[in-house]
């Protein structure tokens, strides 16, 4: 995730953000004005976004006073002009208590606000930090737009004031929402990391003037669907505005691709990642006091394997134990210079590379604007989309924004870093509910009724599901046992060893299994058609996934090709095996030119095979929810036998 999102109490104002936040998490002492130490510290000053601001006598893109954060945000939500407003109700002659009164805006809370931090992806910011200022400025203006429609969208969608009993009535802030942006440049270690901390007030005004508090719980159930739309929209205006284009890199084996700038070496975001290393060397350690941590009986305290909510925990204990102090802020300039110096001396990567970073990502760009076409197909990117959510969630049990999370995650991989139609995220989840997806949601309380709490489960048979993998089967050491099921006792063990003497057993990632339920209802649907049309599995997967394209769809038995379709096939395999989009250049244009031909011929087959199925009596498509299955899994009273009533 590229967006955190943090609670902001109001004592917090002044002992955090108001000394190092605004000063670009430097330290402002206690007297020198809010301007002067953001100069001295080498930072922008903090601008005002939001539609909110008019009904506070604001302005977007005005400065960030010191007298506004410490009414707006450290006490309690007042007007950022409160003093000015409570002076003149004193010179008119109203009593202090309802000159204080008049400043406020609605109740005093003691959550002011949340943080966001937005961040864009390690290659982008690393042609931010190394490129020249041409350059600097195209991203940064991408970063800039890209937060705005992010806070546009929880604007109009996620942000909801409640009011009435209980908070029985919910409502979109009419008006909008007010925020501060505070412009960063750097991480903890040093290394270069282009990030804004954006201060979200949680006042809002109603329809009737009145002023309410956000909802914070619903900014939070929200924040992976907001990441996923920042990653997508920032990587499309630095690769419309800079002429790039993104490719998906496989960070940790197993789990889903990370969307990158083509043609940035992975050894320089190596070099950006000194604090990953350390996490991952703590990480390793907590690991192994985990599975070896045992009582005063000598009982293991915790399962033998490690699973994906416990590394979790365990990745953001190692986080916190590494985390290194912050340096003074330096401005920008001398940054730059010695960020360039650093990588040229410390990354492995040659001096004419990175002086010609933006060169040879353009170049990345064009081979992959030439070999993977934009093919946004709304139904089967609702099977993929579907697929995901149903088994990464617990239960299969999701809600829409889980739904909205992937969708934008999936239109990222497709595009490329190219723009997308207003409102295709949208569509794609309403095809996903309505064709895929069963409504099990409680009508019986007031919060399941509303849209984005619906609760669904994907309308597939889990036997038609592939099966879940079993842990795996560490490697036995002398008089140590671990049991190979998880719920067995754990036997007896000698003295804890070293670190790194044993592997760490590990549950299976849950996105290896995602994957192949997509790839077993895409298998299905490549017989089926929908409204006259057959699905066109075989061009979807050339843009959605490139890197599993389905090789024997690929060889027609026909192929009269010879050795070179052969050679081509060849370094198709290459490309399958290759990390990145960039190690795949090698493939010549007669290369692809003569796959085109083959993938033709197979999409071909695989719609006279759709043809042939479409005349049979028993083909159908696929239906909407039907409401006997609405019925068969929406909510049933409760036994009385059961439950916390039973033997009243």
Not at 105 to 121: A, E, I, M, S, W
Not at 426 to 435: E, G, L, M, N
Not at 478 to 507: C, H, K, T
Request: hydrophobic share 40%.
């Amino acid at each position: 995730m590229t967006v955190d999102i943090k609670i902001v109490r109001a004592g917090q104002v002044y002992r955090y953000y108001l000394r190092q936040t605004v000063v670009g998490d430097g330290r402002r002492p206690a007297a020198m004005p809010l301007r002067e130490a953001q100069e001295q510290a080498g930072v922008p000053a903090g601008r005002w976004m939001g539609r909110g601001l008019a009904a506070l006598g604001l302005t977007p893109g005005q400065e960030v006073t010191e007298a506004h954060l410490r009414n707006l945000f450290g006490k309690r939500g007042r007007h950022p002009y409160a003093d000015r407003i409570e002076a003149d109700r004193l010179a008119k002659g109203d009593s202090p208590k309802k000159a204080f009164k008049a400043g406020a805006l609605g109740r005093r809370v003691t959550v002011v606000g949340v943080d966001f931090v937005f961040r864009p992806q390690p290659t982008i910011y690393l042609l931010w930090a190394l490129g020249d200022e041409e350059t600097q400025r195209a991203i940064e203006i991408a970063h800039e737009r890209a937060i705005e429609r992010v806070l546009e969208w929880i604007e109009d969608e996620v942000a909801v004031i409640r009011y009435g009993k209980d908070g029985v009535y919910r409502v979109h802030p009419p008006g909008g929402l007010v925020a501060a942006r505070f412009r960063h440049y750097e991480a903890r270690s040093e290394r270069p990391l282009l990030h804004d901390h954006l201060l979200l007030s949680v006042k809002g005004q109603r329809l009737d003037g009145k002023w309410g508090s956000i909802h914070t719980t619903a900014l939070h159930e929200n924040t992976v669907a907001a990441s996923a739309l920042y990653n997508e929209f920032v990587a499309a205006e630095v690769c419309e505005a800079l002429g790039l284009a993104t490719e998906p890199r496989t960070v940790t084996p197993g789990r889903r691709p990370v969307m990158e700038i083509a043609g940035v070496p992975h050894t320089l975001i190596r070099w950006t990642s000194r604090r990953s290393d350390q996490i991952a060397a703590c990480l390793a350690e907590l690991e192994h006091e985990y599975v070896t941590a045992v009582d005063d009986d000598g009982d293991l305290k915790f399962l033998p394997v490690v699973s994906e909510r416990a590394r979790a925990k365990l990745n953001q204990m190692a986080a916190r134990k590494t985390r290194p102090p912050k340096q003074p802020a330096r401005p920008l300039t001398q940054l730059r210079a010695s960020w360039k110096a650093s990588a040229i001396r410390t990354s492995g990567v040659a001096a004419d590379v990175i002086n010609s970073l933006l060169e040879c990502a353009r170049a990345a760009a064009a081979a992959i604007r030439a070999r993977v076409a934009a093919v946004v197909d709304v139904a089967l990117a609702a099977v993929d989309v579907t697929a995901t959510v149903f088994v990464m969630n617990g239960g299969g049990r999701f809600h829409r924004r889980h739904l909205l999370a992937e969708a934008r995650r999936h239109l990222a991989l497709v595009l490329r870093g190219r723009r997308r139609d207003p409102g295709l995220d949208d569509r794609i989840v309403a095809a996903a509910t309505s064709t895929h997806c069963l409504d099990i949601s409680e009508p019986m309380t007031a919060r399941g009724l509303e849209p984005g709490h619906r609760l669904y489960t994907a309308r597939w048979a889990l036997a038609d599901l592939p099966a879940p993998g079993r842990p795996p089967t560490p490697a036995l050491v002398p008089d140590r046992q671990l049991p190979a099921d998880p719920g067995e006792p754990a036997a007896s063990r000698p003295p804890p060893q070293v670190a790194g003497e044993w592997p760490i057993p590990r549950i299976p990632l849950q996105y290896e299994r995602a994957v192949l339920v997509g790839a077993v209802v895409r298998e299905k649907l490549r017989t089926t058609t929908a409204r006259g049309q057959a699905y066109d599995v075989v061009a979807h997967q050339q843009a959605a996934m490139p890197g599993l394209l389905t090789l024997q769809d690929a060889e027609p038995a026909d192929s009269d090709l010879g050795d070179e379709h052969d050679s081509a096939m060849a370094a198709l395999r290459a490309l399958q095996d290759s990390s990145t989009d960039r190690q795949a250049l090698e493939l010549t244009d007669e290369h692809l030119r003569r796959l085109q031909i083959a993938f033709t011929r197979a999409a071909d087959q695989a719609r006279r095979r759709a043809n042939r199925y479409a005349d049979r009596e028993d083909a159908a498509a696929p239906q909407p929810v039907r409401e006997d299955d609405q019925r068969a899994h929406g909510w049933q009273q409760p036994d009385p036998r059961h439950g916390p009533r039973a033997g009243r």
